[in-house]
């Protein structure tokens, strides 16, 4: 196996983290090689590309014999989605809010209002 264990999820996000500061499609060579992590087996890169390709995170197209893979959304659109998934799965969504907002810093819960009354 490769270096050092992740937490579940970990390698999905730093290869996410890759390709959107390249902001170009990548092959898994290159991905593997931006990761810069010499105990990372490439295959496990191919994998983990493959798995978010499947989820629907990434696009893919031809790149001579090997694909590139290119993110589908913005870091933003990503982890704004996955806070309203998060927020469909509870019970009870108002006690779910409260304690989203309960645990911001006064910056961004100072952003969360300003964005919420220019909505108004």
């Given at each position: ?32 090689e ?45 982890v ?14 108002m ?26």
């Amino acid at each position: 196996m490769g270096g050092r264990r992740r937490e579940h999820g970990a390698l999905e996000a730093e290869v996410m983290a890759v390709l959107w500061a390249e902001a170009r499609p990548m092959t898994a060579t290159e991905v593997h090689e931006a990761l810069g992590d010499p105990g990372l087996v490439y295959k496990t890169v191919l994998t983990v590309l493959g798995r978010l390709h499947a989820k629907g995170l990434l696009d893919r197209e031809r790149s001579g014999r090997a694909h590139a893979y290119v993110p589908r959304r913005g870091p933003a659109d990503e982890v704004a989605s996955q806070m309203n998934q998060a927020l469909a799965r509870g019970a009870d969504r108002m006690a779910v809010l409260q304690h989203f907002v309960a645990g911001l810093d006064p910056e961004d819960e100072r952003a969360l209002r300003d964005l919420l009354d220019a909505g108004e």
